[in-house]
C-alpha cells in the first residue's frame, strides 16, 4: 500500500527536533487527520463503482418499488 499525503508529511516532521516538538503536540489531531483523509479517499472510490460492485450488503427490490429514503422524515408510519 502506498502512503498517503499525510504520512509523508508527518513523516518530514519527525526529521527535524521542531517537527517532532510540533507532531508530539499535535499527535492526537494528526491521527485522526489521516483517518478522516482514508475514509473519504474510500468514499470516493466507492461512489465511482457501478451498483453491483459496490462493497457492503446487496439488497434486491422488485421492479417499480421505491427506492429507500436516504434519510428519516421525522413522520412515524
Given at each position: 500500500?502506498a502512503?498517503?499525503r499525510?504520512a509523508?508529511a508527518?513523516?518530514?516532521?519527525l526529521l527535524?527536533k521542531?517537527?517532532?516538538?510540533?507532531a508530539?503536540r499535535?499527535a492526537?489531531?494528526l491521527?485522526?487527520a489521516?483517518?478522516?483523509w482514508?475514509?473519504?479517499?474510500?468514499?470516493k472510490?466507492?461512489?465511482?463503482?457501478?451498483?453491483g460492485?459496490?462493497p457492503?450488503?446487496?439488497?434486491?427490490?422488485a421492479?417499480?418499488?421505491?427506492?429507500?429514503?436516504?434519510?428519516?422524515?421525522?413522520?412515524?408510519?
Amino acid at each position: 500500500m502506498a502512503l498517503s499525503r499525510i504520512a509523508t508529511a508527518v513523516g518530514g516532521l519527525l526529521l527535524s527536533k521542531s517537527g517532532r516538538q510540533f507532531a508530539g503536540r499535535h499527535a492526537g489531531k494528526l491521527a485522526l487527520a489521516t483517518l478522516a483523509w482514508e475514509l473519504y479517499r474510500q468514499h470516493k472510490a466507492n461512489q465511482g463503482a457501478p451498483e453491483g460492485l459496490k462493497p457492503g450488503p446487496q439488497t434486491t427490490r422488485a421492479k417499480g418499488d421505491k427506492h429507500p429514503r436516504s434519510r428519516w422524515s421525522g413522520r412515524r408510519a
